[in-house]
């Protein structure tokens, strides 16, 4: 690999002409050369490049573009036909799945198929945070070529796979992106090697998405961890920043299911991490299992355990509320947050997964129990079901439905992706230890908190409160921590992990046309809120890092935890000029890095 780094390295420098100031570092280490300065790449510059790369180099251009150049035209009826579509969002790199991670200030390319102005011009489509360029790689060649360039003319790196990042790290104003989507190769290792140790493993490129991760698992009768999305890059941030997922409570998170990460670090290296590995590359597998995406290099494949197919009960419940204003809407809620409290244990034990949502809107949820006994999945779901018959006069519509599937994508099928794409959306997050599962009064102080969050959210009197749209989002809560905490692999994973039962997530979302109507700093300020009962009585703990609050003030401990010292000393070990630096990272200084200005800019 190192003469290939060389080679690449190599063919730039060869076929571009430096000027002598911005190959010394230009703007220094953080901050960046941008579009309108001298320092920016010409014509000439990002040809070359191109023919480095094979003719991979994509001059990004955003999704909904074809909509304001021709709004009747096919591109844009294509563009409207997937605009909500995960998959379709993917597939792109002028697109994220959720639009506030598009736009920087008032700067953005998006339109409103749910909430449409009639007759309203769409403004002008900029890039907003999207980058200039993306290298849609093929290879680790590729990967070092991107690195070598961008540090050539002090471009920032951004890295994106599907763009599910509820942060907006996989992306970057002014950024090159090194798109790893289309690393699609998937391979099946009876034999998965490392030293003495011999187990089944899946390998894949980092583009695998969840859906195509699955389908190969199965048709090879295995079984792997994963998110709870298909659409989400398997292979790429998931496991980076944790990795929770439906069969946590059987084999953990994702991350301590990863046998070996092929990744190319701020050198131009590629370099083979596993548990064979010494020194600080030991240090560095150790770190990029739960560290965070973006932070450490370039992952262009991953290998994973491979597990048995087992049958699974999947029990699924919900209730819709006749009207949410009435006030045993808020009856309603704490009692349904109080019996799958109490249950909890229960279910942990039987290393089931499980899922609950509720609003004044609706309740609902789901377990998944790992064999196929349907009368103790009924049985422990009992407590659910005499809340939903006890209210049933007060629902419009509710159902109970529990079953036996032979393999987990047999149940899975039968889940529907609630998840909404082609919105904005911000989360607030928190993971609840078991002590507060203890007793009575303990788990009345956190039905209280976790309640109290969800009017945070949503004020009473506030204009949210008033919009269906927004106050109807419901609170998840996901019980998805590891069962057998004893015997986890060592990782970064957030420690607060081994000591939980809950990640309780408050969400807010808004169409463009929503935003337009000046909503978005009150809705940031109060999703930022949203949590704040619960980081209340749950001190030194922490949140998943994937799905976490931007705005998240402790951020080193909430992320990390007591991780974050020996992680930025791995940090600075391998990456000492921040050329990977993601918002809120390992390593991550405030206002220190130049690319960031759209954190800091409001919606206007």
């Known amino acids: 690999m190192v003469a290939g780094a060389a080679f690449a390295a190599a063919a730039v420098l060869a076929l571009v002409a430096v000027p002598d100031a911005v190959a010394a570092g230009g703007n220094g280490p953080h901050t960046y050369c941008r579009p309108t300065q001298s320092c920016w790449p010409g014509s000439i510059a990002w040809s070359a490049f191109n023919r480095t790369v094979g003719g991979r180099l994509i001059q990004v251009v955003p999704l909904a573009k074809p909509c304001y150049d021709d709004p009747s035209g096919e591109a844009c009826q294509s563009v409207q036909a997937g605009y909500y579509d995960p998959a379709f969002r993917s597939k792109t790199p002028g697109a994220s799945e959720y639009l506030n991670w598009e736009t920087c200030g008032s700067q953005n390319c998006q339109i409103d198929l749910v909430a449409p102005s009639s007759g309203a011009p769409l403004g002008n489509c900029s890039l907003g945070r999207l980058s200039v360029y993306a290298v849609n790689v093929s290879s680790t060649l590729d990967v070092t070529a991107a690195i070598f360039f961008a540090r050539l003319f002090n471009i ?30 998937m391979k099946y290792e009876p034999n998965f090697t490392v030293g003495q140790t011999s187990s089944p493993a899946f390998r894949f490129g980092a583009g695998i998405q969840t859906f195509e991760a699955t389908a190969f698992a199965n048709a090879n009768n295995k079984s792997i961890v994963q998110g709870d999305c298909p659409t989400v890059g398997i292979a790429g941030g998931w496991w980076a920043g944790g990795g929770k997922g439906p069969f946590g409570p059987i084999y953990g998170l994702g991350a301590e299911n990863v046998l070996e990460v092929t990744i190319v670090t701020a050198d131009g290296l590629a370099r083979t991490l596993n548990d064979a590995s010494t020194g600080s590359e030991a240090d560095l597998f150790w770190a990029v299992r739960g560290g965070g995406g973006g932070t450490w290099g370039v992952v262009t ?36 947050l109080t019996v799958v409290a109490q249950n909890q244990p229960k279910v942990t034990a039987l290393s089931a997964f499980g899922t609950y949502t509720f609003s004044p809107y609706s309740i609902g949820g789901r377990y998944l129990f790992p064999g196929s006994d349907v009368g103790l999945a009924t049985k422990t779901a009992q407590p659910i079901m ?43 997050t928190r993971l609840v230890p078991k002590s507060l599962f203890a007793n009575d009064s303990s788990i009345a102080t956190l039905v209280d908190a976790i309640i109290k969050g969800y009017y945070l959210n949503n004020p009473p009197d506030s204009p949210q409160a008033g919009i269906d749209l927004i106050a109807s989002i419901a609170v998840t809560i996901d019980a998805s921590g590891p069962t057998d905490v004893k015997n986890r692999p060592a990782t970064a994973v957030h420690p607060a992990w081994s000591d939980s039962y809950w990640h309780v997530i408050y969400a807010t979302g808004w169409t463009k046309n929503l935003a337009d109507l000046g909503l978005v700093p009150l809705l940031e300020a109060s999703i930022s809120s949203a949590a704040e009962p619960l980081r209340a009585i749950t001190p030194g703990g922490g949140t998943y890092l994937n799905e976490a609050d931007p ?14 010292p020996r992680l930025l000393e791995i940090k600075n070990k391998w990456d000492p000029n921040g050329v990977f630096t993601v918002w809120k990272g390992v390593g991550w200084v405030e206002k220190q890095d130049s690319s960031e200005y759209c954190y800091y800019e409001q919606w206007v």
Do not use: C
Not at 557 to 562: E, K, T
């Open 386 to 428: 005499d809340i939903i018959a006890k209210y049933n006069t007060s629902f419009a519509a509710s159902s109970v439905n529990i079953n036996a599937y032979p393999s987990f994508v047999a149940a899975s099928a039968n889940i529907p992706d609630g998840n909404p794409y082609g919105f904005n959306a911000l989360v607030s």
């Open 156 to 185: 920032k790196i951004a890295i994106k796979n599907t763009g599910h990042d509820l942060s907006g790290r996989s992306h970057a104003p002014d950024s090159l992106t090194i798109w790893t989507h289309n690393l699609k190769e």
């Open 551 to 564: 705005n998240e003030a402790d951020w080193q401990g909430a992320f990390f935890g007591s991780n974050y």
């Open 301 to 336: 494949e991953v290998v994973f355990k491979a597990h048995p197919i087992q049958p699974f009960v999947l029990a699924l419940f919900s209730a819709t509320l006749t009207n949410h204003s009435d006030p045993i809407a808020n009856t309603i809620m704490k009692e349904f």
